[in-house]
């Protein structure tokens, strides 16, 4: 079965504060993907990004920037500089590769990131 | 913004009714799932329909049912509501050949 974990229920910083979201996850598949989206109060998830299992470059997107390590099953996410728009939940989630069309995505519990000005 | 739109995007029910929940997706993209969100906790895969048929499901009971039509769009339905059945549903498509969903806002779901 796959598991996705996110320990990190709620975290507050202070703008311009660095932040990492922890994400680990557990699958049997030799192939798979793991997402990051962003769920701002409105509701709507908005993607990040997606890794494949045999890409563990690690990945710099502006201020964003993702630690994939296989060796611990571990796919992090580190905001640099906060800003008071990055205040909103973050999901981590798994998808193990089916072909056919087929993709089910499996979320972690999110880390609601609270950034005060 | 993603092109995905939902309707309505709140909805109240009483318990044992029936509900659809509607799902607009983008020119292309021939795949469609659907998502429960209960409040508090990470979205749960319900069941994905591509090119019409109904490809894999979730662990919900049979009172879940979809449909996806030519032209993209794409319905939930739930009969016999139960007060559990609260929760954000979402809905995302996805173009060919590729693994990356597009999610849209959601409908709110409350069940008195």
């Known amino acids: 079965a796959q598991k996705v974990t996110q320990a990190q229920t709620e975290i507050s910083v202070v703008e311009k504060e660095d932040v990492t979201l922890d994400c680990v996850y557990e699958t049997r598949d030799t192939t798979y993907y793991l997402f990051w989206y962003k769920q701002p109060p409105s509701g709507e998830l908005v993607f990040l990004i997606r890794r494949n299992s045999f890409d563990e470059q690690n990945e710099i997107s ?4 993702w630690n994939f390590q296989k060796s611990t099953s571990s796919f992090n ?25 087929f993709q089910k995505l499996v979320f972690g519990t999110g880390t609601r990131l609270l950034v005060s000005p | 913004e993603t092109g995905v739109t939902q309707s309505p995007t709140h909805l109240i029910k009483t318990r044992g009714q029936q509900v659809t929940l509607r799902c607009s997706s983008q020119s292309g993209h021939n795949t469609v799932s659907w998502y429960q969100q209960a409040l508090g906790q990470g979205p749960q895969f319900i069941f994905q329909y591509y090119r019409e048929e109904e490809n894999g499901r979730g662990n919900f009971p049979p009172r879940f049912s979809g449909l996806q039509f030519p032209n993209y769009s794409s319905e939930l339905n739930v009969n016999a509501l139960e007060l559990d059945d609260s929760a954000l549903y979402l809905c995302a498509s996805s173009p060919p050949d590729q693994e990356k969903l ?9 069940v008195l």
């Open chain 2, 102 to 110: 597009f999610f849209g806002s959601g409908t709110q779901l409350s």
């Open chain 1, 62 to 65: 502006g201020r964003y920037s």
């Open chain 1, 77 to 101: 996410f580190t905001i640099t500089a906060s800003q008071v728009v990055d205040s909103a939940v973050y999901f981590c989630a798994l998808s193990g590769f089916r072909g056919t069309g």
